[in-house]
C-alpha cells in the first residue's frame, strides 16, 4: 500500500513556482522521501530523494518537516514541459528488496 | 536518457502469440525490475532482480516469465496474453535494493503492448 497521500492535481502559471505537497505521516526513521515524475507515457523520472534535510538539485528543491511527516517539492520556475504526474513514495526496505510503491501522483499542469 | 533502454518500444500481439520484451541497462547497476501500467492505474511492480537472482515475485501470473541473464540484461517473456494485459511495461535498474540507505531506481521508457 502507497504510504503517502497527495493532491491528485494542481496548476500553476509557467515562470512561478510550483509547490507539490505530501503527507507520510506513517514515515519510519530510516525511510527516505523520493519524487519522481512521469510525462505522458513516458518511464518515470528520478527527481530528488531526502531523508531529514531539505535538498536542492539541478531540478527541484525537496523541503521535508522537522517531524517528517510531510514534505513539500518545489520547482522553483516551472515551464510548460514540468506538465506531468508527480509522484511522492517512501521507499520501505524489506529484508532482501526495497521498494517503491507507487501511488496516483499528483498531475501537474503549467499553463501560459 | 537515463541509461536504460527498452525495446521495443511498441507491440502488438495475438493472444496466442510468443513474444520478448528486452531491458539493458548502461549504468553498471545490480538489480533491475519490470513493472507494469494499466490505463489510469498506479505503477505495479511485478518482477525484482539483485544480482541476477529472483527476489521478488509480485503474485504475476505465469503468462509473464522474466529472464535475467546478466545484471545488465532482463527480459520479460510472454505468451497466451489476454487484452487486460494490454499495458505499458517499464524497466527499471539500481545499484542495490537491500540497502537501507539510498538507492534510485531509473526507468527506461517503457514497451506499450496491445493484445487483440
Known amino acids: 500500500d502507497a504510504k503517502t497521500t497527495q493532491p491528485p492535481s494542481m496548476d500553476c502559471a509557467e515562470g512561478r513556482a510550483a509547490n507539490l505537497p505530501c503527507n507520510h505521516s506513517t514515515i519510519s526513521g530510516n525511510e527516505y522521501v523520493y519524487w519522481y515524475r512521469q510525462i505522458h507515457s513516458q518511464g518515470p523520472q528520478y527527481i530528488i530523494h531526502?531523508?531529514?534535510n531539505n535538498e536542492t538539485n539541478e531540478m527541484a528543491s525537496l523541503i521535508i518537516t522537522e517531524d517528517r511527516k510531510s514534505s513539500t517539492l518545489i520547482l522553483p520556475h516551472a515551464t510548460l514541459r514540468d506538465t506531468a504526474v508527480y509522484y511522492c513514495?517512501?521507499?520501505?526496505?524489506?529484508?532482501?528488496?526495497?521498494?517503491?510503491?507507487f501511488g496516483t501522483g499528483t498531475r501537474l499542469q503549467v499553463t501560459l | 536518457e537515463t541509461g536504460v533502454t527498452q525495446t521495443p518500444r511498441h507491440l502488438v500481439m495475438g493472444m496466442t502469440n510468443k513474444k520478448s520484451l528486452k531491458c539493458e541497462q548502461h549504468l553498471g547497476h545490480n538489480a533491475m525490475y519490470w513493472y507494469k501500467q494499466s490505463a489510469k492505474k498506479p505503477l505495479e511492480l511485478m518482477f525484482v532482480y539483485n544480482f541476477k537472482e529472483q527476489t521478488e515475485n509480485n503474485s504475476v501470473p505465469s503468462r509473464f516469465s522474466p529472464e535475467c541473464p546478466n545484471s545488465s540484461h532482463l527480459f520479460l517473456h510472454l505468451h497466451t496474453l489476454q487484452p487486460e494485459d494490454s499495458a505499458l511495461y517499464l524497466c527499471?535498474?539500481?545499484?542495490?535494493?537491500?540497502?537501507?540507505?539510498?538507492?534510485?531506481?531509473?526507468f527506461g521508457p517503457g514497451t506499450r503492448l496491445t493484445v487483440l
Open positions: 531526502g531523508l531529514k
Open positions: 527499471a535498474s539500481s545499484q542495490d535494493p537491500r540497502g537501507v540507505g539510498t538507492d534510485t531506481q531509473y
Open positions: 513514495i517512501v521507499r520501505v526496505v524489506t529484508g532482501t528488496a526495497s521498494k517503491l510503491t
